[in-house]
């Protein structure tokens, strides 16, 4: 079975400061990992994946994302935060090597204060 | 490029009435997804379609769930009758093919049962 965890239900930062959100995700075979958020009566916007190839995913307005097999973990980050930034965030996993199910953390929420 | 289009947006039903959410994917879309997301969760899988054929239905609850894709293109998804419980986000989601690809989302039938 495969598993995504955010360990914090919210994460709250100054805007211009560095955030991080944390994923950590359990599967079987191969992870292919992906970031989304979701702003209010919205549905999830796309921010970036991993599939394979270089660690450190880029993504949309900034983001990014490192993948890190050995801690089985796929933060996701922003140099600089901005108000705007401010959204529920989900980190979700699909095994590579078996099925097509993609299975999505319980959200983390993001608050730039500024 | 067109996005998911999803209706109605909002919803309220008393419980063990029926209910329809209608989808229509991003064109040339072949893969077709359902989720439910309840208030402070992350989506969850409800089904999956690869143009008109269901690739995942093992987290559909078929008793009173029901979905269908005739034509390969939009898609129904019927809840009959009704429970408190269903009451939840109800997102669609489209992607061009299943493994590697991405799942566009869109922006979701907020459904209340009373």
């Known amino acids: 079975a495969q598993s995504v965890a955010q360990p914090e239900d919210q994460v709250n930062v100054a805007e211009g400061n560095p955030l991080t959100v944390k994923c950590t995700y359990s599967v079987s075979g191969n992870p292919y990992l992906f970031w989304y958020v979701q702003y209010p009566n919205r549905g999830l916007q796309f921010l970036l994946k991993?599939?394979?190839?270089?660690?450190l995913v880029k993504g949309s307005y900034g983001f990014e994302a490192e993948f890190n097999k050995s801690q089985t973990s796929f933060h996701l980050k922003k140099p600089s935060a901005l108000v705007s930034d401010s959204a529920l965030y989900f980190c979700?996993?699909?095994?590579?090597?078996?099925?097509?199910?993609?299975?999505f953390g319980g959200g983390t929420r993001l608050m730039v204060k500024p | 490029e067109a996005g998911v289009a999803q209706s109605p947006r909002y919803k309220i039903i008393e419980k063990r009435q029926s209910v329809a959410f209608w989808c229509n994917p991003i064109s040339g879309h072949a893969t077709l997804y359902w989720y439910q997301q309840i208030l402070g969760q992350g989506p969850k899988l409800l089904i999956q379609f690869q143009n008109n054929g269901v690739v995942d239905d093992s987290q559909l609850p078929k008793d009173r769930f029901s979905a269908e894709r005739l034509k390969g293109v939009d898609s129904t998804l019927k809840i009959q009758p009704a429970k408190l419980e269903d009451s939840a986000v109800y997102l669609c989601?489209?992607?061009?093919?299943?493994?590697?690809?991405?799942?566009?989302f869109g922006p979701g039938t907020r459904l209340l049962v009373l």
């Open positions: 979700a996993v699909r095994d590579g090597n078996a099925g097509n199910m993609l299975t």
């Open positions: 991993y599939i394979t190839g270089d660690n």
């Open positions: 989601a489209s992607s061009l093919g299943t493994h590697q690809e991405t799942q566009y």
